[in-house]
């Protein structure tokens, strides 16, 4: 029994294929989208490559950007076949081609489904790029001098002071790393002298924070500098006063910007696969109620056009058995009376039995 069957005049046919015509020419725009979202989210992951450890973060933003192109192409030549299917005639030319078209639409569908659930299932891939990106990155912000990591120190800089945060999970993460160059440091005072021997690594570790984290909306100036230590401050207690410096660090924010643009992104490819599903319904339903309509004869006529020409379990039990079977065409079966290829052929018996003897007249 046919699945969702519905009947359809001439008038009916005529306007299904104009109305899935003007959609597929609407789905080529949401295959343009779909290439834009891609291409703008791996132009964000770029801008931002250098505090990121390198990994499968662009996997979302490289399906999107396929699924576009295919998009385009799937559905420009989706409406010239369903601008045809209005003439019986031009349908002809098409015949053979809807059915595999309809198959490999519904694959593409089902990769916006994909990217679409990508988007939501990205951000442990990026978090875990973002912290080790973040921490080498703080780790070298002192070498201004080594090249390959001459801007590495701007970079965090305007990371930081675009985002609103500090330190990779907070401002206590400059406290276990040397940020000072060595080149701006007096080793001829005693101060630094006992710091970097006080340290087992001989590094210049200080209870301060670069510059960036400032907070200019702050009313006190900034404290930057023994952070801890109350008494070098006036009125200062840095366990009960809020600190005038960033307390979020640049993770968080940045994990915080990237699943905003992603969930919004999801959002949209969610809204194409169900608009696309819905176009690819309309093509399913006009390539079968064509098919019947030159089966009957009578183009003028009514038909019928459905989802699913049998059930779902009757069709996935078909399936089933197609791919069960494949690569089987050739192998012969070795159990008697199935399928075996030489069950009618006659054997030729060359035993004795069934030759005619003729005796030798005696002499």
């Not at 800089?157 to 500090?166: A, E, K, P, T, Y």
């Not at 030489?342 to 004795?352: L, P």
Request: net charge positive; hydrophobic share 40%; glycine share 6%.
């Amino acid at each position: 029994m046919a699945v969702l069957k519905v009947k359809f005049t001439r008038t009916k046919r005529d306007k299904l294929a104009q109305i899935l015509w003007i959609l597929n020419w609407v789905s080529v725009v949401s295959g343009v989208i779909l290439f834009s979202l891609g291409l703008f989210l791996k132009i964000e992951i770029k801008k931002r490559n250098e505090v990121m450890a390198k990994g499968d973060i662009n996997s979302v933003p490289n399906m999107l950007i396929s699924v576009g192109v295919i998009a385009c192409i799937i559905n420009f030549l989706g409406g010239k076949i369903c601008y045809d299917c209005s003439d019986a005639n031009k349908f002809s030319r098409w015949k053979l081609v809807m059915l595999p078209y309809i198959v490999c639409t519904f694959c593409f569908t089902f990769c916006i489904l994909v990217g679409a659930l990508m988007c939501y299932t990205m951000r442990n891939e990026l978090e875990e790029s973002l912290y080790l990106g973040l921490r080498d990155a703080i780790k070298f912000y002192k070498d201004t001098d080594i090249p390959g990591r001459c801007f590495l120190k701007k970079t965090v800089d305007m990371l930081q002071i675009g985002f609103r945060c500090c330190g990779n999970n907070g401002f206590r993460d400059w406290f276990e790393i040397q940020w000072v160059s060595p080149r701006y440091l007096n080793m001829a005072s005693k101060e630094v002298l006992d710091r970097l021997k006080s340290n087992v690594d001989g590094k210049f570790l200080v209870d301060g924070v670069p510059f960036s984290c400032c907070n200019p909306s702050s009313p006190r100036p900034c404290i930057q500098y023994q952070l801890t230590n109350n008494s070098a401050h006036y009125n200062y207690d840095f366990l009960t006063e809020e600190l005038n410096i960033w307390l979020k660090g640049c993770r968080e924010a940045l994990l915080d910007y990237y699943t905003g643009i992603m969930r919004s992104i999801g959002i949209a490819a969610l809204l194409i696969w169900l608009f696309e599903l819905s176009v690819l319904i309309g093509v399913r339903y006009l390539q079968t109620a064509m098919k019947n309509v030159l089966l009957l004869g009578d183009l003028e006529g009514e038909s019928d056009g459905w989802l699913l020409e049998n059930s779902f379990v009757e069709t996935a039990k078909y399936n089933i058995s197609i791919i069960k079977n494949l690569g089987k065409a050739n192998q012969i079966s070795t159990v008697s009376g199935m399928n075996d290829p030489n069950i009618d052929v006659q054997s030729t018996d060359c035993g004795k039995a069934n030759i005619t003897t003729k005796s030798i007249p005696a002499a």
